[in-house]
């Protein structure tokens, strides 16, 4: 088989994870060394194909081979697809090469499970050991950790990777007991508790040697079992609070060929996995605890709205919120307000009061965060629009429902 | 004539009525200075950014002499200090390929100038513009990190290695450069672009003067590799073409190889492939499945404890593991805390975190050694909410409590301890098996119960978080006298 054809099979293979990032690693230069690659911190997307999901790394798997069962996975030891694998020097070559021809930022590498879980990290490593004591490759890593192997084989990993990933796949434990049997949700989090430890060593001494500087992530398929947002959001929040993710991906699961019948046959709107991601978003970045978006009596984000609107249609009573005066926490917890306008609200507030006008220059969508805020020039009509017909007027046109009309008509 | 910065005194010429001449960022902060240091209003300059442009002004008046009447060169007042973060600004919005870019630029440290600092506000008209300036260069910038792309020329053509091509909107050139000298080491490299052309020839730049364009014209079989990788990697499930297009503008797709191929998988992805993930092309290959019985593809796992396994509260759900007690199968004293905390649950071990280093200094001080004492909790998973990034310790409830406390029976049953010492109230309501009693009863009184004694102290974290130096102090006092009552009740048990 040549290699066209094994990229062919196992970059295939590897499209159902979404981690997909290159950022977060320490900034490093090869200006005047030998070897190649730089890292700016940030990540650069290099391209984006038909579903928009951009291309930063070389994301493919060692082997497709898998003696796992997994219910959701197309490379499934009952699954009947083409195998393949690649060699050490085919995953070196491939990564230098495109990363010469500026294709990528580095490598995303992945692999079925072969022999054992220790063999098959071992081999993972050993590409990565490859990468950069050979070649000085200076470009990102992330190398997804096989949970059951030998810590010794991880602590070795996060020498070599910029990210290490465990993926916890399915949100709760009875949903991978049942379609992931040889996982277990236990060993899962006992991999991202001793990455956790080691990313903390590595914090409280310096000069310790180097450990996965860009952190670790996981990845939850949305839509493959029964689960509900609530129960996602919360082992998402489980998982950053407990192991100090820096990403946890959401894929909505898409159907996968003569798919088993313990997984659905068509995949869940992908509005869902939007919302998710941007309910995570307010988890990470703008201080909401997931009991803020979702009861824990459980249930779905809404699909119309996005869940910042949602929680503030909730929460009535904190607005309308006065700008020259309020919190840049809650300032950024208006509809429509982001982060950065927060920030630059509570600057120029230094200056002068804020009014109107400044909200347009500052493209703030004006529909949406007028009934929620109060400035020197403007304060909305009390009790002018009741929550309900405010979500009305302020719902997104539906996108994407049809997105798969024929497997819904079936 | 055209005034030059640097060859004649901007606020000369520009008070003589001479459009100045600036090529560069360089040049117009160097006359800029100046005529803010004669406080020349930006309406009364005129700027100009081209040689071209500069000859439309030939021929207009030029006197430097008479000029250096109108203003008084002993005039000149201090230049106020610019500020990192404005001259940034400045610096990048400079890269933005507008005509009146110098004037701009001036009108705003002017207003900065005059003590109006709102200018940097992108809720200020001046501002927004000046943000959006700077945030097309930012865009131009990254969009040639990401889409440019280097074609691998034959080895005997030597030097340079790779050569790419790009059309620019913005004069982003050095900065972007500077990124593939990061990126590409030694490697020899030539970026092209209609105006400008930079060789890296492994260590220094060149800049090899406009219009050189070969990129275009050469094959490179890399570049079949990368079509196959990027046909593969798409998930025709997702297709989302609008997606797609919105992040990358039109103009880069020409220039892309992946460009070509989009409208075929697109068009393949709609008219059916979309029913499942898989790639056509590897759909129709013969496949095959592994043939390894399901027990034998079971990892090797330590068999969980039927601890792990417990599901009599809710709390094993957000903790990682169990942490059961440790020390000594036979130990005459036991102590009890209320539940591991964020390191114990990561190693699974009691009493590692900070209150374990507490309870390590409070056990020297009472004479004890930690490896003769069975060391265990009341509740054996981590109870906690999250708080910011952290996860904040949450006293067990009581049905948390007497759910646990079948584990520390069994503790209890197999150690049988002489003492217990239970470490703050939750060790001691599940010692005690009530939810009735309070620290402030027992504690510094052994108690009889179930024929042992039971002496109640402070939990340590407890301590910790005690505010004052005294008051800590005491508070430790009170858990070493416990520790010591525990010998000595010992002790007496032996003499009996
Ligand atoms: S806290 Fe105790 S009772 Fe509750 S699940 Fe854990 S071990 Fe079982």
Known sequence: MDLTDKLEILADAAKYDASCASSGAPKRSSEGKDGIGATSGMGICHSYTPDGRCVSLLKILLTNFCIYDCQYCVNRRTSNVPRARFSVDEVVKLTVDFYLRNYIDGLFLSSGIIRSADYTMEQLVHIARQLREVHNFRGYIHLKTIPDADPALIAAAGKYADRLSVNIELPTQASVEKLAPEKSVHTIKLAMGSIRRRLDEKAEEPRSPKFAPAGQSTQMIVGADASDDQTILSTAETLYTSYKLKRVYYSAFSPIPQSPGSVPLAPPPMLREHRLYQADFLLRSYGFVASELLPASGGNLALDIDPKLAWALANREHFPLDLNLADASMIARVPGIGLRNAKRIVELRRLRRIRYADLVRLRCSMKKIAPFIVTADYSPVRGAASSEVLRRSLAEAPQQMNLWPELRAA | ?496
Request: with cysteine.
């Open chain 2, 1 to 496: 004539m055209a005034g030059t910065a640097g060859s004649i005194n901007a606020a000369v010429a520009a008070s003589a009525g001479q459009p100045l001449l600036v090529a560069g960022f360089a040049e117009w902060r160097e006359a800029a200075r100046e005529l803010l240091a004669f406080d020349i209003a930006p309406h009364a300059v005129k700027w100009i950014g081209q040689r071209d442009e500069a000859d439309l002004f030939a021929g207009a008046p030029a006197d430097p002499h008479e000029a250096a009447h109108a203003i008084d060169l002993r005039q000149a007042r201090p230049v106020m200090h610019l500020p990192r973060k404005l001259m940034d600004m400045l610096q990048s919005a400079a890269c933005c390929r507008v005509p009146d870019r110098w004037a701009f630029l001036y009108r705003v440290v002017w207003r900065w100038q005059h003590g109006d600092q709102v200018v940097l506000s992108p809720a200020d008209e001046d501002g927004a513009r000046l943000h959006a300036m700077v945030k097309a260069v930012h865009r131009e910038e990254h969009d040639m990190h990401a889409y440019i792309r280097f074609r691998e020329r034959p080895e005997a053509a030597g030097a340079p290695r790779f050569v790419a091509w790009f059309e620019p909107a913005h004069d982003v050139l050095p900065q972007v450069a500077q990124h593939f000298v990061s990126r590409m080491g030694r490697i020899s490299w030539m970026i092209a672009t209609p105006d400008a052309s930079v060789l890296w020839d492994g260590e220094t730049l060149h800049n090899t003067g406009p219009l050189v364009s070969s990129a275009a014209d050469l094959d490179d079989a890399g570049e079949a590799l990368w079509l196959t990788y990027y046909r593969s990697i798409f998930n025709p499930a997702r297709l989302n073409a609008g997606l797609m297009r919105s992040h990358i503008p039109s103009r880069f797709w020409k220039h892309l190889p992946e460009g070509s191929v989009v409208p075929q998988m697109v068009s393949q992805a709609a008219a059916g492939a979309r029913r499942t993930g898989q790639a056509e092309a590897v759909g129709q290959r013969r496949g095959t499945t592994i043939p390894i019985a399901a027990d034998k593809a079971q990892p090797q796992r330590q068999a969980p404890s039927t601890l792990d396994e417990c599901r009599r509260c809710e709390l094993w759900q957000h903790a990682t593991q169990a942490v059961g007690g440790a020390g000594p199968a036979h130990a005459r004293i036991m102590l009890v805390g209320e539940q591991p905390g964020d390191q114990e649950d990561l190693a699974g071990e009691p009493f590692v975190g900070p209150a374990g280093q507490l309870l390590d200094q409070v056990l020297r001080d009472a004479g004890l050694d930690r490896r003769t004492i069975y060391l265990t909790n009341a509740v054996k998973h981590f109870k906690w909410e999250p708080r910011g990034k952290r996860r904040l310790h949450k006293t067990p409830a009581q049905r948390e409590i007497e759910a646990c406390s079948y584990w520390l029976d069994q503790e209890l049953a197999q150690v049988k301890p002489d003492v217990i010492v239970a470490l703050g109230s939750t060790a001691l309501k599940s010692v005690l098996g009530t939810g009735n009693v309070t620290l402030k009863d027992t504690i510094g009184k052994p108690i009889r119960h179930d024929g042992r004694w039971v002496i109640t102290v402070y939990h340590p974290s407890f301590v910790l978080r005690v505010p004052d130096e005294a008051s800590k102090q005491q508070a430790m006092a009170v858990m070493v006298d416990g520790l010591r009552q525990a010998q000595q009740l010992l002790q007496m048990k032996s003499e009996n």
